[in-house]
């Protein structure tokens, strides 16, 4: 039975504790606007889930104007090109050189300590554990956020609503049937993917293409590697061996990073499901949903997280002068400035994935157009401009 309920006050209530919500709260907190954040999860939980590896130069960028770039600039690695493999052939696409830039690689998992302990710092209001979160009168000035939390209910009057749940929350359906319009595309394949305190297999990422489906040697650090390889929908990670993964990553990378690959113990191992989705308009009222809350894009094109971050940065400056200029031009804009990125992420995303997968509905034809694809961009400096432009991020 629900008990004494309590009341708090705040200008923006953050619903969703992971980089977006985090990011958001640091990022109005130096402004001096007030948050809460409720986040469904504990905190250690949050901090236990492998995620993305890949940040953009404006995700870094916004990172260090949050004021928590100080490990990311010492342990992070830059990466001024990657590799793509068709079958046993290897060939870099030179960021720098193509297009001016490089990408970080900094894991989620290291990024969102990095938020917490900035959190912490500035004695945020965070609320873990919350359940049965709702949004009351978004579309009013007064909206409100009510929650259960410890078996008490709890109500959170504010001015404005940042949706920062992610694919599985709640924030997306509070926007009316009628206004909502969802896109998706759901891929009848996933990744395993396995992390191992092994060296990384090449001082780069490799991109592989192979008969067999797709795979990807990534990494979080000089002694900590992030291996993935495209696997069918029913299959379930604990069938797999770590002999067995093993066996099947060196299958379909190039012949000389298979023989230098350094195998161990994996310390996590699970699938993903891959998906593109996006919701429109990302705001009803006062609610705004930014990142995976939104949108969802195939990891191929190490997207997601660095979506969240240019949601996060379109919200914060409109934000910002709504509170500082009394102007909601920022706010008024926010859902087709964010949507114009996001479209042209989904995209990349969705052409690295067409691009680089055995589809299972796959005729000869369409098998041929996608070597033909891969042999035009391992001879054409434009196409190869062109995935790099994108892969370092489009400028917001
Ligand atoms: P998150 O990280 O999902 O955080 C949402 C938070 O909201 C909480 N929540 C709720 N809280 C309160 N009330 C509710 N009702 C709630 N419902 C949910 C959740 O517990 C959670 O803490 O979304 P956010 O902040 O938008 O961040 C998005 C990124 O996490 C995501 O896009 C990336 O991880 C995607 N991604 C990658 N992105 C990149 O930019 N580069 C990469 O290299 C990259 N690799 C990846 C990836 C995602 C992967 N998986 C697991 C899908 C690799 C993989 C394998
Ligand atoms: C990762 O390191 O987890 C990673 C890197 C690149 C991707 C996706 C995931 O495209």
Redesign the pocket.
Known sequence: MAKASGKSRTQVAI???????LLLSQLLHLDGVDTIL????SRDY?LGRI????LERGTVELLRTAGVGSRMDVEGINHDGTYLAIANEGFRIDFKRLAGGSVMIYG?TELTHDLYDARDALEARIVHE?DD?RIECADSARPRVGYRHAGNDHVIDCEFVAG???????SRKHIPVGVLREFERVYPFG?L?VLSRTPPVSDELIYASHERGFALCSMRNPKLSRYYIQVPLDEKADDWSDGAFWDELRRRIPHDAAERLVTGESIEKSI?PLRSHVAEPMRHGRLFL????AHIVP?TG???????ASDVYYLWQALRRHYRERDDHGLDTYSETALARVWKAERFSWTMTKLLHRFPDQSDFDRRMQQAELEYLRSSTAAQTSLAENYIGLPY
């Open positions: 619903i969703g504790g992971g980089p977006a919500g409720l986040e469904r999860r949050v995620r993305a590896g890949v989620q919350v979160v920062c749940d992610g694919f599985h929350g709640v990744w993917g993903a930014c990142g995976d809350a990891p190490a997207k997601g997280l660095n979506l969240a």
